[in-house]
């Protein structure tokens, strides 16, 4: 075992007969007490082992062996007046300039410094043509200390950046390839490239995985789209598809009125929706939700809208509901709740057929486009691609998406279908948060909650999120500027005032807006109007038009009075 103490005396006397005592100083640099303590770390480290023994490559990295006489000795004469520097700059530039210098960088300079004139057998370039040439390099000892990171296949930190460089290029290789990729793949690669670079003291710690995901902006996300080997295999074609049909649409437009340019698309919803994530108890093991019925969640039924270039969605949306036998019954139909914003219809799937696109061309779309001049934007469904659906519409043109780019290039898929789902979704989650005695899959229910949220979307206030859509898409050249989305107009708790601007709408007609909307859209159950008329009478008082108070007045009253809370 050694003493450390006798060590401590000796290393002084070592430095003592090194350095002359007029370099002694009193105050101690945040340097010297970093070569101190790696030192007493060096030292804690062999105090109780019977055998240990010193590398040179891994001994403390700080400053040059000035005792070693190196190659450099050689140059001839002119470049002995070169060294003038300090053992203070050479630790200095050896711990940060050094990691300025590319690999490639200090091959370059090694080599040229190392070539030799076949014909005298002498260097063929002196210290100052050197300098001249490499400029950066301001003494020699950076030559010995470039062959030992070349040896060592660079820097530390040279070896971060590679490892980072190989990680980020194999993931976006990955994810071109619509692979799935996680955590593990990350540490696995950042390993595979520190063993190759022989940086054996690297470990893809969690620490060191954080800090690459936020650099590199890679979170974990949920997947919402699977899709065919072959269709990654054919990605480059699919996406010069999509390049060329943008292109040659763009060339149309100018024909054309943007209230006039039109996408159509099928959006198919679940009886009951369901959010993907929940808030829960950090180390809960199973997140689960709860649902009215699982049936509900693999059936479905279709909606479909279509969206103009202005940004609004136009025409009544088109719902198509799943029926047993593929159709309704008198007596179902009788009792179905009527709505000018949807028009309805129902298949054994509650998908559409070919048969229901022509209903819809002649119910929807016929009605929409007129006479008008008008150019339509549809999938390649084989559903829409027949003549005859358009034929009653004779200046209609329909240009048709190319298969397998509407994530790309379809209006309504890159930005309006999801929020449309987002609507939908919170208000089955708001039913099942506060237990409400409401069955959103029965038909007529159905009904409703697509009218008011189709209603709801229409407003102008979704007008720039729907003309972003079309640009995100690419055919429109000016970014319409920023929007807010559906959680943000209809479910936030910002500014509860109204949210026009220098509001010129007098609190009666809103008033008089709300009860037609819930007297239209909402189950007479939950509408509470009593409320609404309450405050129509309130404003009607206040303006001295006391009759009309008195009549909002009674109505309140008796609603009250007649009031029955559901089971």
Same mark, same amino acid.
């Given at each position: 075992?050694?003493?450390?103490?006798?060590?401590?005396?000796?290393?002084?006397?070592?430095?003592?007969?090194?350095?002359?005592?007029?370099?002694?100083?009193?105050?101690?640099?945040?340097?010297?007490?970093?070569?101190?303590?790696?030192?007493?770390?060096?030292?804690?480290?062999?105090?109780?082992?019977?055998?240990?023994?010193?590398?040179?490559?891994?001994?403390?990295?700080?400053?040059?062996?000035?005792?070693?006489?190196?190659?450099?000795?050689?140059?001839?004469?002119?470049?002995?007046?070169?060294?003038?520097?300090?053992?203070?700059?050479?630790?200095?530039?050896?711990?940060?300039?050094?990691?300025?210098?590319?690999?490639?960088?200090?091959?370059?300079?090694?080599?040229?410094?190392?070539?030799?004139?076949?014909?005298?057998?002498?260097?063929?370039?002196?210290?100052?043509?050197?300098?001249?040439?490499?400029?950066?390099?301001?003494?020699?000892?950076?030559?010995?200390?470039?062959?030992?990171?070349?040896?060592?296949?660079?820097?530390?930190?040279?070896?971060?950046?590679?490892?980072?460089?190989?990680?980020?290029?194999?993931?976006?290789?990955?994810?071109?390839?619509?692979?799935?990729?996680?955590?593990?793949?990350?540490?696995?690669?950042?390993?595979?490239?520190?063993?190759?670079?022989?940086?054996?003291?690297?470990?893809?710690?969690?620490?060191?995985?954080?800090?690459?995901?936020?650099?590199?902006?890679?979170?974990?996300?949920?997947?919402?789209?699977?899709?065919?080997?072959?269709?990654?295999?054919?990605?480059?074609?699919?996406?010069?598809?999509?390049?060329?049909?943008?292109?040659?649409?763009?060339?149309?437009?100018?024909?054309?009125?943007?209230?006039?340019?039109?996408?159509?698309?099928?959006?198919?919803?679940?009886?009951?929706?369901?959010?993907?994530?929940?808030?829960?108890?950090?180390?809960?093991?199973?997140?689960?939700?709860?649902?009215?019925?699982?049936?509900?969640?693999?059936?479905?039924?279709?909606?479909?809208?279509?969206?103009?270039?202005?940004?609004?969605?136009?025409?009544?949306?088109?719902?198509?509901?799943?029926?047993?036998?593929?159709?309704?019954?008198?007596?179902?139909?009788? %009792?179905?709740?009527?709505?000018? &914003?949807?028009?309805?219809? +129902?298949?054994?799937? =509650?998908?559409?057929?070919? /048969?229901?696109? *022509?209903?819809?061309?002649?119910?929807?779309?016929?009605?929409?486009?007129?006479?008008?001049?008008?150019?339509?934007?549809?999938?390649?469904?084989?559903?829409?691609?027949?003549?005859?659906?358009?034929?009653?519409?004779?200046?209609?043109?329909?240009?048709?998406?190319?298969?397998?780019?509407?994530?790309?290039?379809?209006?309504?898929?890159?930005?309006?279908?999801?929020?449309?789902?987002?609507?939908?979704?919170?208000?089955?989650?708001?039913?099942?948060?506060?237990?409400?005695?409401?069955?959103?899959?029965?038909?007529?229910?159905?009904?409703?909650?697509?009218?008011?949220?189709?209603?709801?979307?229409?407003?102008?206030?979704?007008?720039?999120?729907?003309?972003?859509?079309?640009?995100?898409?690419?055919?429109?050249?000016? %970014?319409?500027?920023?929007?807010? &989305?559906?959680?943000?107009? +209809?479910?936030?708790? =910002?500014?509860?005032?109204? /949210?026009?601007? *220098?509001?010129?709408?007098?609190?009666?007609?809103?008033?008089?807006?709300?009860?037609?909307?819930?007297?239209?859209?909402?189950?007479?159950?939950?509408?509470?109007?009593?409320?609404?008329?309450?405050?129509?009478?309130?404003?009607?008082?206040?303006?001295?038009?006391?009759?009309?108070?008195?009549?909002?007045?009674?109505?309140?009253?008796?609603?009250?009075?007649?009031?029955?809370?559901?089971?």
């Amino acid at each position: 075992m050694i003493n450390p103490h006798n060590v401590s005396r000796l290393v002084s006397n070592y430095i003592s007969e090194l350095l002359p005592s007029s370099n002694l100083t009193n105050a101690y640099t945040p340097r010297d007490e970093d070569v101190a303590r790696h030192i007493v770390h060096t030292i804690e480290s062999v105090l109780d082992c019977t055998h240990y023994s010193f590398e040179t490559e891994e001994t403390l990295d700080f400053i040059y062996n000035f005792g070693e006489q190196t190659e450099d000795t050689e140059i001839d004469s002119d470049d002995e007046n070169d060294e003038s520097y300090t053992e203070e700059d050479v630790e200095e530039k050896d711990n940060g300039l050094l990691n300025h210098f590319s690999l490639e960088y200090m091959q370059k300079a090694v080599d040229y410094y190392d070539e030799v004139n076949v014909n005298t057998g002498k260097k063929s370039h002196s210290w100052s043509s050197f300098q001249r040439r490499f400029r950066r390099i301001k003494d020699k000892n950076y030559i010995n200390r470039f062959r030992t990171y070349l040896q060592q296949k660079g820097t530390k930190k040279h070896k971060l950046e590679e490892i980072d460089a190989f990680v980020c290029s194999s993931f976006e290789k990955a994810r071109d390839q619509f692979l799935f990729t996680h955590d593990i793949q990350l540490r696995r690669w950042a390993l595979q490239k520190a063993h190759e670079l022989e940086e054996h003291s690297f470990l893809a710690s969690e620490k060191w995985l954080r800090n690459f995901k936020h650099r590199h902006g890679i979170c974990s996300r949920h997947v919402t789209k699977l899709v065919t080997m072959k269709e990654v295999e054919n990605v480059d074609t699919i996406n010069e598809s999509a390049e060329k049909f943008v292109s040659d649409v763009k060339k149309l437009l100018p024909s054309y009125n943007e209230s006039n340019v039109f996408n159509t698309d099928q959006l198919g919803l679940e009886l009951e929706m369901h959010s993907n994530r929940t808030l829960s108890f950090e180390g809960e093991k199973i997140a689960a939700a709860t649902v009215r019925s699982k049936h509900n969640i693999t059936h479905s039924y279709t909606v479909q809208p279509i969206l103009s270039m202005e940004g609004t969605p136009v025409g009544p949306l088109f719902l198509c509901l799943k029926e047993a036998n593929g159709h309704m019954s008198d007596n179902i139909k009788q %009792n179905l709740f009527k709505t000018d &914003n949807v028009v309805l219809t +129902c298949s054994k799937s =509650g998908k559409l057929t070919t /048969s229901l696109v *022509q209903y819809w061309s002649d119910n929807v779309l016929l009605p929409l486009v007129g006479n008008r001049k008008c150019i339509l934007l549809s999938d390649y469904w084989g559903g829409q691609r027949t003549d005859k659906l358009y034929e009653k519409m004779k200046h209609l043109k329909r240009v048709e998406i190319p298969k397998s780019t509407t994530s790309m290039i379809q209006p309504l898929d890159v930005g309006w279908n999801r929020q449309y789902k987002y609507f939908i979704r919170q208000m089955y989650d708001h039913v099942r948060l506060y237990d409400l005695d409401v069955n959103l899959a029965q038909r007529n229910n159905i009904i409703k909650m697509n009218s008011l949220a189709y209603n709801q979307m229409t407003s102008p206030k979704f007008k720039p999120m729907g003309r972003y859509a079309w640009y995100q898409s690419g055919y429109l050249e000016d %970014n319409p500027g920023p929007f807010q &989305n559906t959680k943000e107009l +209809c479910f936030s708790f =910002g500014d509860q005032r109204c /949210s026009e601007f *220098q509001c010129k709408i007098k609190a009666i007609e809103c008033f008089s807006k709300s009860l037609n909307i819930k007297l239209e859209h909402v189950p007479s159950t939950y509408r509470n109007l009593e409320r609404v008329y309450n405050n129509l009478g309130k404003i009607h008082r206040e303006q001295g038009d006391y009759k009309a108070a008195l009549i909002n007045y009674r109505k309140a009253l008796d609603m009250e009075l007649n009031y029955d809370s559901p089971e």
